[in-house]
């Protein structure tokens, strides 16, 4: 098939670049394919392939790409932060055709319509984007026909595996606590409750990468001629003529100490990911004067949005002894308590289980909003108070310790992580110079908002999933290293149970003491979720936005965008959905501007 780790030389020229074989990139590659074959299209993507990869395909495995080493993630450090006791922030981004479809943890989870509403965007409404999300989707759950699709090339499913007394326990438990379990938190309607979850996963245990279930299938069954991968390679720059029309692309390989130029003849389309598209765009010329000033690079088109916001979510995670069974978690995986080869061997159901086994979107409940200050009450009744849409945090139960496995007793576990879906804090990425290998100034700004609300948001979060976990009947106490340091009196303070929980359980009363040391744990601890977007923006010129509603690159032509650094405010849901949602997206749009869809 024309997937390359080296470039043939005869080809120096096609119709499309897409600079990025991500999640969006594979999408909008595979539709422009398809709409016509002649179509000469060339993805580049930074990452290896990922085909037949078991690391890739089984689920399960999924833990492997946590790894420092990993061949499919690389991990990008923040400035130090002193809202986070001095810690350089580490994010991970995926590097591997699919791009973070191919090596996150495969949670099914879409944006709330409110989120649509509030970008505000010609032709981005929330029925809009509904429909592409059900065009996208062979969903096997439960919820109306009307808010799914049935025929897409996207599998969801609970997949071959699960941990149902832990499912089971957890539901019981939020019910106790007056979060109730829901059918569908993907209709973009409901919030505030809980639900089983569904998994990009085939029934039969497949990961669904839009590499392998939108791009594979193309390049090889001899109908898409045109189409050509070249993989391990990562565009430098976009190139532009006089009139500032993007022409084409410098890359880098892997297997080359010399760069190389393929012009586009049509149009190049970014599509690298929040991280690498504003990189490569500032390299391009594109970006703030006065950043691209102090990097030595000439201006191109001044788009001071360039990097100049960076959104995600913030996650915190607290594991929890449980009286689970080897085989009701995930743990096994890594306290090698589980053989892999004798897994594949016997093509174990376990493989095709993610351990992510509940989420939730949650809302505090008007005495906790009182409770946290007036600063967040400020914030609540702007934001929240009336828009019953909108979720403060997500939440999600995993089967088994995950946040250091390594470093734990060998056991059975079970996390529940909680992240802030709307934090006020945003940060930036920039270049400090022209060249792939020069520094970068990345600031996530976790924490930094002035009034403290993002914390507070966390500190509820903690004591609120807390609480869930303390009336499950497989709880056995906290895994007290991973959880604040509560004063051995304190009514906060960790527990080792033998036994299930009494079946009246005391909510916790948190001194100020206990708040403290929450609000420590949290500096220390709190992280990414992987969920970052938002730094190219699809917003006026004016307001820091770098794309209009058809994804061009403001004060450029030739040049669209197609990927999560678009969106324009934060969405209350994993960013895997919508990602894919933008691929279409841009799919279509481009489809009807080159004429193909005559």
């Given at each position: 098939m024309p997937l390359y780790p080296e470039l043939p030389r005869e080809i120096d020229t096609v119709d499309v670049v897409i600079a990025g074989g991500g999640t969006a990139g594979c999408i909008v590659a595979s539709r422009l394919s398809d709409a016509d074959p002649k179509l000469s299209i060339l993805v580049i993507e930074q990452g290896p392939d990922s085909h037949g990869d078991y690391t890739v395909t089984f689920p399960a495995m999924y833990i492997t790409h946590m790894s420092p080493n990993s061949r499919r993630i690389q991990f990008m450090k923040g400035n130090k932060s002193s809202a986070l006791a001095g810690r350089e922030p580490i994010v991970p981004i995926a590097k591997s055709l699919g791009g973070g479809s191919a090596v996150n943890m495969m949670m099914y989870s879409r944006i709330q319509e409110s989120d649509a509403e509030s970008w505000q965007a010609p032709g981005w409404s929330p029925a809009e984007l509904l429909r592409l999300m059900t065009k996208l989707e062979t969903y096997h759950g439960s919820g109306s026909n009307q808010q799914h699709g049935y025929d897409g090339p996207i599998k969801v499913s609970p997949g071959t595996y699960s941990s149902p007394r832990l499912v089971d326990a957890f539901v019981a438990a939020s019910g106790q606590v007056g979060w109730k379990e829901i059918q569908d938190l993907g209709d973009l309607n409901t919030n505030n409750g809980i639900q089983r979850a569904l998994r990009y996963i085939s029934p039969d245990g497949k990961r669904q990468d839009t590499a392998s279930c939108y791009l594979y299938p193309r390049l090889e069954d001899g109908k898409h001629p045109n189409l050509h991968v070249l993989v391990e390679s990562k565009v430098v720059k976009v190139l532009f003529d006089e009139a500032k029309r993007a022409n084409g692309v410098v890359y880098a390989s892997a297997h080359s100490s010399e760069s190389r130029t393929i012009k586009a003849t049509k149009m190049v389309i970014a599509s690298s990911g929040a991280f690498g598209t504003p990189l490569m765009l500032e390299r391009s010329g594109?970006?703030?004067?006065?950043?691209?000033?102090?990097?030595?690079?000439?201006?191109?088109?001044?788009?001071?949005?360039?990097?100049?916001?960076?959104?995600?979510?913030?996650?915190?995670?607290?594991?929890?002894?449980?009286?689970?069974?080897?085989?009701?978690?995930?743990?096994?995986?890594?306290?090698?308590?589980?053989?892999?080869?004798?897994?594949?061997?016997?093509?174990?159901?376990?493989?095709?289980?993610?351990?992510?086994?509940?989420?939730?979107?949650?809302?505090?409940?008007?005495?906790?909003?009182?409770?946290?200050?007036?600063?967040?009450?400020?914030?609540?009744?702007?934001?929240?108070?009336n828009n019953p849409n909108k979720p403060m945090v997500g939440l999600t139960l995993v089967a088994g310790n995950a946040v250091d496995p390594e470093n734990a007793p060998v056991g059975q576990y079970f996390t529940n992580s909680v992240f802030n879906m709307y934090p006020i804090s945003t940060g930036h990425i920039h270049v400090k110079g022209p060249n792939l290998d020069d520094p970068v100034d990345f600031d996530p700004a976790i924490f930094t908002d002035k009034a403290g609300v993002d914390i507070k948001k966390s500190i509820w979060g903690y004591k609120a999933q807390r609480e869930i976990a303390r009336r499950m009947s497989v709880y056995r106490g906290e895994l007290a290293q991973f959880h604040p340091a509560f004063a051995k009196d304190s009514k906060a303070a960790c527990v080792e149970l033998h036994s299930p929980p009494a079946l009246n359980v005391e909510k916790i009363e948190y001194s100020t003491e206990d708040d403290v040391a929450i609000e420590s744990w949290l500096r220390n601890n709190i992280a990414t979720t992987w969920h970052s977007a938002g730094t190219c923006k699809m917003l006026p010129l004016d307001k820091k936005g770098v794309v209009d509603a058809n994804l061009n690159v403001h004060g450029v032509t030739g040049l669209k965008i197609a990927d999560v650094s678009i969106i324009p405010t934060n969405v209350g849901a994993h960013t895997n959905n919508i990602a894919m949602v933008i691929g279409e997206k841009a799919a279509e749009i481009i489809i009807e501007e080159l004429g193909l869809s005559q």
């Open positions: 594109v970006g703030d004067p006065t950043v691209l000033a102090r990097a030595g690079i000439e201006v191109v088109a001044q788009v001071p949005g360039v990097g100049a916001t960076y959104d995600d979510h913030h996650v915190s995670s607290a594991p929890y002894r449980s009286s689970l069974d080897v085989r009701e978690t995930l743990d096994g995986f890594v306290n090698g308590n589980f053989e892999i080869l004798s897994l594949m061997e016997s093509k174990d159901a376990l493989l095709g289980w993610n351990g992510l086994e509940v989420t939730g979107k949650l809302r505090p409940d008007p005495s906790d909003i009182t409770s946290l200050g007036s600063d967040f009450e400020a914030e609540w009744n702007q934001t929240f108070a």
